[in-house]
């Protein structure tokens, strides 16, 4: 069964860190781009970063560019989100999920497939 | 960046309907646009790619279209487990995705 399962989160002060982290069973994490999705309390979701196969390229939403940092270790099967300087606007759910590669009429198309069950992620005082 | 804005921003529908959700992309993306179903305290579930493109496993009453900048998602006849809310997304930028910012879907 292709499965993701994040930890880490928890409650953390402001200006604190937190590293998450996703394992990945039921398919090979190095064939695919992996992605960390946010969703605040009561509210959308939110793109937060993506990372290439092989961990060479990194890309992320501008309010957290330069505080979080994403990793990846294909040989652990695991996925990683590195949060520091964290705000009370970072307070959220965070999803780690799956970048899939799909081909319509010869053409290529991602879409994120396969989600975790969410790591919840509190700054407060 | 590319904006994503979703009508309704909620819904209120009877089993048996005909709805559709509107998404609209403040640039063209071409057919580059994914929706996706979630429900309370779950993850999203991956409906549709490419504007038209059913995921597998997921019932065909449920339907996109749309090209540019206008995108439509219809489920043609609402079941009761379709209660949900439903977010756009383009794939149009790989390295900065947005969601829309979702359309709740109420049993009236």
């Known amino acids: 069964e292709v499965q993701l399962v994040e930890s880490g989160g928890g409650l953390v002060q402001p200006g604190g860190s937190l590293r998450l982290s996703c394992a990945a069973s039921g398919f090979t994490l190095s064939s695919y781009k992996m992605t960390w999705v946010r969703q605040a309390p009561g509210k959308g979701l939110e793109w937060v970063a993506n990372?290439?196969?092989?961990?060479?390229?990194?890309n992320y939403v501008d309010s957290v560019k330069g505080r979080f940092t994403i990793s990846r270790d294909n040989a652990k099967n695991s996925l990683y989100l590195q949060m520091k300087s964290l705000r009370a606007e970072d307070t959220a759910v965070y999803y780690c999920?799956?970048?899939?590669?799909?081909?319509?009429?010869?053409?290529?198309?991602?879409?994120?497939?396969?989600w975790g069950q969410g790591t919840t992620v509190t700054v407060s005082s | 960046d590319i904006q994503m804005t979703q009508s309704p921003s909620s819904l209120s529908a009877s089993v048996g309907d005909r709805v559709t959700i509107t998404c609209r992309a403040s640039q063209n993306i071409d057919n580059y646009i994914n929706w996706y179903q979630q429900k309370p305290g779950k993850a999203p579930k991956f409906l549709i790619y490419a504007a038209s493109s059913l995921q597998s496993g997921v019932p065909s009453r449920f339907s996109g279209s749309g090209s540019g900048t206008d995108f439509t998602l219809t489920i043609s006849s609402l079941q009761p487990e379709d209660f949900a809310t439903y977010y756009c997304?383009?794939?149009?930028?790989?390295?900065?995705?947005?969601f829309g910012q979702g359309t709740k879907l109420e049993i009236k």
């Open positions: 990372i290439k196969q092989d961990g060479s390229e990194k």
């Open positions: 997304q383009q794939s149009y930028i790989t390295d900065m995705y947005t």
């Open positions: 999920a799956r970048d899939y590669l799909y081909t319509y009429a010869s053409r290529y198309y991602y879409g994120v497939d396969v």
